[in-house]
Structure formats: structure tokens, C-alpha cells
């Protein structure tokens, strides 16, 4: 396998636009990172897009690629529930570092307030036997947050206390769909969706795009001397919930940042940088542990400690990830890819991690009956 | 049974009571819920229909605020797991101010949980076991 690296990022603000479709905001996400990248695009050899739930039509790639003039090339559109936009990079990262192209882009985009879910809690499809009885993702996490306090120990405030960071770092990025602090009480005290979980413990419903060139070594060397490399890449599945797990631990991320652990060489000790899947607040306390960014059982005790604010040892989500920055489904997949990539090469600006070496990107979603989550989702390491 | 059930194959009814039916590997003994046509532990077909236990314990709960399927909300709901080793997502039955534990044994009722077309669909609720000598 080749060594693999980011040679141009691009994203657009996260908000509500619903004068653009999904193929506009996808557009303008690949337009910036060829622009990012300075290269022709028809330089590039092969394609990937993703949309997860908006009406528009199959072929995001096509539509996008075609507005740069770019046809005729190989170009496939990925759906993968909130993993769409990981597993759309993972492919990419395949395709350059198995040598089967040397250059490459990944498109995620998605216009939500355009979509027939606007307004909806996500729910599982049609003659899913959890689905019909009334499951959500927001219950669903609201079951994991409340073992997180009954078993674990945390507190109301303690659930809370990523959105609190996270709607922080926000305030700092361009992009971001909110810009504004918010308190722990102003969090604890927002509707009850499904408890524990309050509405500001939620992402937003949120329209845009991000897009990412891949490219091998020696394209990289032409075009930039700020090498980031995307060191592996890993994606995992659902699995079967006998006998019963504990929906607490993440087992399944976990494993996948295992691997890339063990894949690249690189101790988990060493990572600056962590952009991942905060839908709702309390999913980044357990995250912690899973990608051995602190040991599971100190989790709670490591965040009240702020490891994981800005200027803390391992800040997470600086973007002010999906909660405050915004969660267009299929775009968050790469979009934590592109702030990574950003935060190595230290142009990520006011929310700058600084002398950031080693990132990870962590992205997952989807629910099933009868399989413990996330249905899709993965893991990426990063140097420069 | 000919009454609507809100989804095919998961109760039984056998002389005038109900049961939840799950799938029993008749190879390595293993138990899902709903069944499937293949045993998700060694992958035989050899997978027969079992009648689950009536009883379990609340792994954990939420109550939704906003409807999410036809029952009306508020909604409490539980993840239920049952001797069999099988975990299931189920809407609770509560008397008024009654709290939920995780730990505490639930079992289950069977009822109708909505109408469609002008006829009672039948499903099933969970309700906690009072501990015996608990004030009510």
C-alpha cells in the first residue's frame, strides 16, 4: 500500500440555504478544494460523492464534477447513513494508496432543510420492528446517557458539558452554523427531546458540503510542502446485539481505532487532535475512551479535568463539531477529514490546535434492530 | 391469529394468552428477537420459533417528549433483557409518578397499542414489577 495525502479541503458555511440544492452546495465544497489544492481539475482521476437524505437525485458526483468540467471519469455516489461521507473517503483513500489512481475527490453534501425529513427525528426504515414502536436516534442515545448516569456517575451537568465546548469552539470558526456560548444551564434548561437529552444537547438540522483531494506522494510533492498524510483509514459495521452489550462502551469504534492504531504505529497518547460524531452531547463522554484518547473509566472525570477544550491535551471537536458547527448528514464525514487536515497544516485560524502532529477522524451512524451500532462508521489517522 | 399484530410473527396467542415468539437455534441453542431465518451465532437455518420469557430486566429507558410512531407522547421506552439472552426495545406501561430503575424486573403486557384502519392493533407494553412489601 502507498502512503496516502490530503492535497487540497474545502467546505462550505453549515447553515440553513435552502436556495441551494445539495449538487450547489456540493459544488462549491469541491470548487474551494480544488482551488485549495491549485490544481486543474481535470487533473483529477477518480470520484466519490454522498447524500443521505435529501430529495434530490442520484448522481451528486456527476453534477458536481460536471460543473468543472470534469466527465468521463470514474465517479461513484456513496450512501451510508451518517457514515456516508467517512466511508465516501475511505474508498478514495483505497483507490490512491492501492495505486489504482494517483489523484482524487470526495464530495459530501447534503441540503436538509430541503428534505422531507426537515423538521423529523431520524428513525430507523420502514417495517423495523424498534422503528414502528417509536425508536429515534435522540431516544436512543437518551438510553446510552442515561446509563452514563446511573452506572456511571456522570452528572446532568456532565452530559452537557460537550455541547458547552463544542457551541465554545464554534465561536471561533468562520463556517459554523451557531456562534454564540451557551451555558450548561441554558443547556439543562432548553426542551426536553428524550430525556436526559434537552434540545441543546441535539445537532441542528443543517445544509452543506465538504470535499477533500487524495493524492499519491509524488503528486503531493508537486503541488504543496505541507504534507498531510492520511495514515489509515477504517471502517466498521453494525454487529449482532447477543448477548447483550454495553451500549456504553462504543465497542465497535473501539475496535476500528484499534486497528488503525496498530495499522500506522502510532500510540494513541501521541494525538494532538480530534474531530468526531457528536450528534448529541453526551456521545462524545463515552467516545473518549473508545478511541483511547483517555482510559474508559476516567472518561468523566478527564473531561471535568478539560483535556478536551481548546488548549487542553487533546482537544475534540475544535470545529465546535456537529452540535454548534452543524451536521449536513453525508457532509460531516469528510468535513472532520478537512479539519483535521487543516488543523495538521495549522491554517485552521482562531480554533488553531496548536503544534498539532497527529489527528483522528471519527465519524458513524445509522440504527438497526437487533445489531448494536453505529451501522456504519470509521476511523482515520492523520500526521503531517 | 387473525388479529392485526403490529408486525407478523412476533406474538402467539395458545389458549387465550399470548406470547412473544422469538427465534431458538435448534444447533447452538441461540435465541433472537425478532427471529431471523438464519441463526446469527453459527448461521444454521435450522432455527425454530420459541415462546420468550415473559419476564426481564430494564437495561435502560427514556421518555420521549415529540411522537415518534403512533403511540401518543410523552412515551417512555425501554431496552428489556430477557433470560433468553435477547434485548428488546419496548414502549412501558407507568402508573402516574412512577420512576423508572435500571435493574428493575419488567414484564410484559400484551394490548392494543393503536388503531389502523378502525381496528385495535395488537402489541405490548412492559410495566415494573413492584417489589414485594414496596409502598405503591
Given at each position: 500500500?502507498?502512503?496516502?495525502y490530503?492535497?487540497?479541503?474545502?467546505?462550505?458555511?453549515?447553515?440553513?440555504?435552502?436556495?441551494?440544492?445539495?449538487?450547489?452546495?456540493?459544488?462549491?465544497?469541491?470548487?474551494?478544494?480544488?482551488q485549495?489544492?491549485?490544481?486543474?481539475?481535470?487533473?483529477?482521476?477518480?470520484?466519490?460523492?454522498?447524500?443521505?437524505?435529501?430529495?434530490?437525485?442520484?448522481?451528486?458526483?456527476?453534477?458536481?464534477?460536471?460543473?468543472?468540467g470534469v466527465t468521463?471519469?470514474?465517479?461513484?455516489?456513496?450512501?451510508?447513513?451518517?457514515?456516508?461521507?467517512?466511508?465516501a473517503?475511505?474508498?478514495?483513500?483505497k483507490?490512491?494508496a492501492?495505486?489504482?489512481y494517483?489523484?482524487g475527490?470526495?464530495?459530501g453534501?447534503e441540503?436538509?432543510?430541503?428534505?422531507?425529513?426537515?423538521?423529523?427525528?431520524?428513525?430507523?426504515?420502514?417495517?423495523?420492528?424498534?422503528?414502528v414502536?417509536?425508536?429515534?436516534?435522540?431516544?436512543?442515545?437518551?438510553?446510552?446517557?442515561?446509563?452514563?448516569?446511573?452506572?456511571?456517575?456522570?452528572?446532568?451537568?456532565?452530559?452537557?458539558?460537550?455541547?458547552?465546548k463544542n457551541?465554545?469552539?464554534?465561536?471561533?470558526?468562520?463556517?459554523?452554523?451557531?456562534?454564540?456560548?451557551?451555558?450548561?444551564e441554558?443547556?439543562?434548561?432548553?426542551?426536553?427531546i428524550?430525556?436526559?437529552?434537552?434540545?441543546?444537547?441535539?445537532?441542528?438540522?443543517?445544509?452543506?458540503?465538504?470535499a477533500?483531494?487524495?493524492?499519491?506522494?509524488?503528486?503531493?510533492?508537486?503541488?504543496?510542502t505541507?504534507?498531510?498524510?492520511?495514515e489509515?483509514s477504517q471502517?466498521i459495521?453494525?454487529?449482532?446485539?447477543?448477548?447483550?452489550r454495553?451500549?456504553v462502551?462504543d465497542?465497535?469504534?473501539?475496535?476500528?481505532?484499534?486497528?488503525?492504531?496498530?495499522?500506522?504505529?502510532?500510540?494513541?497518547?501521541?494525538?494532538?487532535?480530534?474531530?468526531?460524531?457528536d450528534?448529541?452531547?453526551?456521545?462524545?463522554?463515552y467516545?473518549?475512551?473508545s478511541?483511547?484518547?483517555?482510559?474508559?473509566?476516567?472518561a468523566?472525570?478527564?473531561m471535568r479535568?478539560?483535556?478536551?477544550?481548546?488548549g487542553?491535551?487533546?482537544?475534540?471537536?475544535p470545529?465546535?463539531?456537529?452540535?454548534?458547527?452543524g451536521?449536513?448528514?453525508?457532509?460531516?464525514?469528510?468535513r472532520?477529514?478537512t479539519?483535521?487536515?487543516l488543523?495538521?497544516?495549522?491554517?485552521?485560524?482562531?480554533h488553531?490546535?496548536q503544534?498539532?502532529?497527529?489527528?483522528?477522524?471519527?465519524m458513524?451512524g445509522?440504527?438497526?434492530?437487533?445489531?448494536?451500532?453505529?451501522?456504519?462508521?470509521?476511523v482515520q489517522?492523520l500526521?503531517? | 391469529?387473525e388479529?392485526?399484530?403490529?408486525?407478523?410473527?412476533?406474538?402467539?396467542?395458545r389458549?387465550?394468552?399470548?406470547?412473544?415468539?422469538?427465534?431458538?437455534c435448534?444447533?447452538?441453542?441461540?435465541?433472537?428477537?425478532?427471529s431471523?431465518?438464519?441463526?446469527?451465532?453459527?448461521?444454521?437455518?435450522?432455527?425454530?420459533?420459541?415462546?420468550?420469557?415473559?419476564?426481564?430486566?430494564v437495561?435502560?429507558?427514556?421518555?420521549?417528549?415529540?411522537?415518534?410512531s403512533?403511540?401518543?407522547?410523552?412515551?417512555?421506552?425501554?431496552?428489556?433483557d430477557?433470560?433468553e439472552?435477547?434485548?428488546?426495545f419496548?414502549?412501558?406501561?407507568?402508573?402516574?409518578d412512577?420512576?423508572?430503575?435500571?435493574?428493575?424486573?419488567?414484564e410484559?403486557?400484551?394490548?392494543d397499542?393503536?388503531?389502523?384502519?378502525?381496528?385495535?392493533?395488537?402489541?405490548?407494553?412492559?410495566?415494573?414489577?413492584?417489589?414485594?412489601?414496596?409502598?405503591v
Open positions: 500500500m502507498r502512503k496516502v490530503v492535497l487540497g479541503v474545502g467546505q462550505t458555511h453549515f447553515g440553513k440555504t435552502p436556495q441551494y440544492t445539495t449538487y450547489d452546495l456540493g459544488f462549491m465544497a469541491a470548487k474551494a478544494a480544488v485549495d489544492a491549485g490544481i486543474d481539475p481535470r487533473k483529477i482521476q477518480v470520484a466519490y460523492g454522498g447524500h443521505c437524505i435529501d430529495n434530490s437525485g442520484a448522481v451528486t458526483i456527476q453534477n458536481v464534477m460536471s460543473r468543472m468521463n471519469i470514474e465517479m461513484t455516489n456513496v450512501f451510508n447513513a451518517c457514515g456516508t461521507g467517512i466511508t473517503t475511505h474508498l478514495l483513500w483507490d490512491i492501492s495505486g489504482a494517483d489523484i475527490i470526495v464530495v453534501a441540503s436538509m432543510t430541503t428534505s422531507s425529513w426537515y423538521g423529523k427525528l431520524l428513525a430507523p426504515a420502514k417495517g423495523d420492528l424498534n422503528g414502536l417509536g425508536v429515534s436516534m435522540p431516544a436512543s442515545v437518551g438510553m446510552v446517557a442515561q446509563r452514563l448516569i446511573d452506572v456511571h456517575g456522570a452528572t446532568p451537568a456532565d452530559l452537557a458539558y460537550p455541547s458547552v457551541h465554545k469552539n464554534a465561536c471561533l470558526n468562520p463556517y459554523a452554523m451557531f456562534k454564540k456560548a451557551l451555558t450548561t441554558e443547556i439543562l434548561n432548553s426542551k426536553m428524550s430525556t436526559p437529552i434537552t434540545l441543546l444537547q441535539c445537532c441542528p438540522a443543517t445544509d452543506g458540503a465538504a477533500v483531494i487524495l493524492c499519491s506522494e509524488e503528486v503531493a510533492r508537486q503541488y504543496t505541507k504534507l498531510v498524510c492520511l489509515h471502517l459495521t453494525g454487529d449482532y446485539d447477543y448477548p447483550g454495553n451500549i462502551s465497542e465497535l469504534i473501539a475496535r476500528a481505532a484499534d486497528t488503525a492504531y496498530r495499522k500506522t504505529g502510532i500510540d494513541p497518547s501521541e494525538v494532538n487532535v480530534v474531530e468526531m460524531h450528534a448529541f452531547s453526551p456521545e462524545e463522554i467516545a473518549y475512551g478511541l483511547k484518547i483517555c482510559k474508559d473509566d476516567e468523566i472525570q478527564c479535568d478539560g483535556w478536551f477544550d481548546l487542553g491535551r487533546c482537544p475534540v471537536n470545529s465546535g463539531g456537529l452540535l454548534a458547527l451536521h449536513p448528514i453525508a457532509a460531516s464525514g469528510v472532520v477529514l479539519e483535521i487536515a488543523q495538521l497544516r495549522g491554517d485552521a485560524g482562531e488553531q490546535v503544534g498539532a502532529k497527529v489527528g483522528l477522524a471519527q458513524k445509522g440504527y438497526q434492530t437487533g445489531m448494536v451500532g453505529p451501522m456504519s462508521g470509521g489517522l500526521t503531517r | 391469529m388479529r392485526k399484530v403490529i408486525l407478523d410473527g412476533i406474538i402467539e396467542e389458549d387465550g394468552e399470548y406470547f412473544l415468539v422469538g427465534g431458538k435448534k444447533k447452538c441453542g441461540r435465541v433472537s428477537y425478532p431471523k431465518p438464519m441463526c446469527v451465532g453459527c448461521f444454521s437455518e435450522d432455527v425454530e420459533p420459541c415462546y420468550l420469557s415473559k419476564r426481564g430486566v437495561y435502560s429507558y427514556t421518555t420521549t417528549m415529540r411522537p415518534t403512533k403511540l401518543e407522547a410523552p412515551c417512555t421506552f425501554a431496552y428489556i430477557l433470560p439472552g435477547a434485548r428488546l419496548t414502549p412501558m406501561m407507568l402508573e402516574a412512577e420512576k423508572m430503575k435500571i435493574g428493575s424486573e419488567a410484559i403486557v400484551f394490548c397499542l393503536w388503531e389502523e384502519d378502525g381496528e385495535p392493533v395488537l402489541g405490548y407494553r412492559f410495566k415494573q414489577v413492584k417489589e414485594e412489601g414496596a409502598e
